[in-house]
């Protein structure tokens, strides 16, 4: 064959491809098992938390619609680990794991890194919550968390992305849609009625007495007006002072009836201390009691109580 | 390169052909990955490879290669070369891999590598090539080298390498104390002004012994 016909230059190029295609085959069937290993090393300590000892393996293959999940790994003989990262309250995101062991039951849940503020959106990887995320199954809704709505609502997105996957995976037929109840808000410190709540600033005006029952129109300062650590006024809120009424039997000094008229907190956070229960709470009361505050709302919870004790203030100066 | 046939040093001979400062070739990468002494003998060591081995292959196969196809040919055996060394390398040295990035896969179009498959390979027997390809290979470590000491130093003050199969700690000192640190070798910029300086001794080195090598030149025809 000459050297200058075209079917020479086509067969040396295709003889030519052909060795180095086989060549980089070779290498490839060496190497490529030693770089996933190394992959999966980079994670290994983080999914040691939740299966210790396991083997684990990358699985590459999936298709995860919402663009939640990072990696999702196989714990063999264990269950499924699904790393996932999505934005809460703060915009630098969150990255979880979140596994599923084999008969489908949660089998880890741990956050690997978050900056959601302590105390509110933190509560979704700490303590209750995550007890509660491991009591589920695959095919269970995950609830929210009162007070960490943002947070937890991200968390839920997130791990429905992986029960998406592992109920396909796995032929579990469940309800997507379904909807958990709320957790509820936790207790935090009892606020005693008789503390020194001089700086919510109440205002009483006597709105009736017929000498057993006096009613009270009370305001005061609330967490947003308090400002306490100047997150309040960076917040973009507009904060007014809450607002009350407020009855009291005058022979024994119990608070009879107690609404709140006027919510100047933050809507989402504090008004987790203002439900109709914790208004209920201050029925019967007298200065010597006390009411449970809720956490991630504890300043409008001592605004509330610095109100019935305004109100027991004024009855008992009569 | 130069027509005369002049005996030089090694080291010499190392400046005059030097790719990056003598030539101007495979700047691109030396700019871009020269910042630890790691990534500049990671990279040259990569490219000794790639280098030798493409001329070896290149000479081998230059008679049997028609003119119109010789650079596909080239292509197709250096970018085979390339992904075999970037794929060891990944297994092998991750944090080196890493450290590289694209600059490993480019190694490919780096004009070095091209450029002595084409203009030495090609004309060359296989040992000649592959003794080409060795030394254009160290002189481009030695100028990754120099600009990386340069930059390094002066950039962070500390002057480190360590094991890339293991990542153990060979060596680190600190020669600046912390800082006074000059940030902006680290950046481009630094790596502009680096490369300006140390191309610009090169030409004077250049300049000077060209004039001593002439006058050479003349006393010894004097004499004759």
Not at chain 2, 94 to 112: E, K, R
Request: with cysteine; proline share 3%; glycine share 8%.
């Amino acid at each position: 064959m000459k050297k200058e016909s075209t079917l020479y230059k086509v067969l040396l190029l295709g003889v030519l491809c052909a060795i180095c295609g086989t060549l980089l085959a070779g290498v490839n069937a060496v190497t490529a098992p030693i770089i996933e290993a190394a992959a999966i090393e980079n994670e290994k300590a983080n999914l040691e938390l939740i299966y210790p000892g396991a083997t684990f393996k990358e699985v590459k293959d999936f298709t995860d619609e919402s663009g939640l999940i990072q990696g999702v790994y196989e714990a063999e003989g264990k269950g499924m680990i699904y790393k996932i990262k999505n934005t809460g309250y703060n915009s630098n995101g969150f990255t979880f794991l979140i596994a599923f062991n084999n008969d489908g039951t949660v089998g880890g849940y741990t956050a690997l890194e978050h900056g959601e503020t302590s105390g509110f959106g933190s509560r979704a990887f700490e303590g209750d919550y995550v007890e509660q995320i491991k009591g589920l199954t695959s095919s269970d809704p995950v609830p929210l968390l009162t007070g960490a709505t943002i947070t937890t609502t991200a968390v839920q997105q997130g791990i429905d992305a992986a029960k998406a996957l592992f109920n396909e995976a796995n032929n579990i037929s469940y309800d997507p849609n379904a909807v958990a109840e709320a957790a509820p808000a936790p207790k935090g410190d009892p606020l005693p009625l008789n503390s020194d709540y001089a700086e919510f600033k109440c205002e009483v005006e006597e709105l009736s007495n017929d000498g057993t029952t006096a009613k009270y129109h009370v305001t005061s300062r609330g967490f947003g007006l308090l400002d306490p650590d100047g997150m309040a006024s960076h917040s973009g809120h507009e904060y007014k002072r809450n607002e009350a009424e407020i009855e009291v039997d005058l022979a024994s000094m119990t608070i009879t009836n107690y609404t709140l008229t006027v919510f100047g907190d933050t809507e989402g956070i504090g008004d987790t201390a203002t439900t109709e229960e914790k208004q209920q709470e201050f029925v019967g009361k007298t200065l010597d009691d006390s009411i449970d505050s809720v956490t991630g709302a504890t300043w409008t919870g001592k605004s509330l109580a610095a109100m019935a004790q305004a109100a027991l203030n004024a009855a008992s100066g009569n | 390169m130069s027509e005369k046939k002049q005996k030089r040093s090694f080291v010499s001979e190392m400046l005059y052909n030097n790719p990056v400062f003598g030539l101007y070739l495979g700047i691109c990468s030396s700019l871009a990955i020269t910042t630890t002494l790691n990534n500049a003998i990671g990279m040259g060591i990569a490219v000794i490879v790639v280098l030798v081995l493409s001329n070896i292959v290149v000479s081998l196969l230059a008679p049997i290669t028609p003119d119109e196809i010789h650079i596909p040919v080239y292509i197709v055996i250096i970018a085979s070369l390339v992904t075999i060394v970037g794929m060891l390398m990944q297994a092998f040295t991750p944090q080196l891999f890493s450290a590289l990035g694209a600059f490993i896969d480019l190694i490919v179009v780096n004009c070095i590598i091209l450029g002595r498959a084409e203009a030495y390979a090609s004309k060359n027997n296989v040992l000649d090539s592959a003794k080409d390809g060795l030394m254009m290979g160290l002189s481009y470590t030695f100028s990754l080298i120099a600009m990386s000491f340069i930059r390094q130093l002066l950039g962070t003050g500390v002057l480190s390498m360590s094991n890339p199969m293991t990542n153990a700690e060979i060596f680190s000192l600190r020669l600046i104390p912390e800082g006074y640190e000059i940030g902006i070798f680290t950046q481009q910029t630094g790596a502009f002004l680096t490369f300006a300086i140390l191309a610009a001794a090169v030409t004077a080195y250049k300049n000077a012994n060209d004039k001593k090598e002439v006058a050479k030149q003349k006393a010894k025809e004097a004499q004759a």
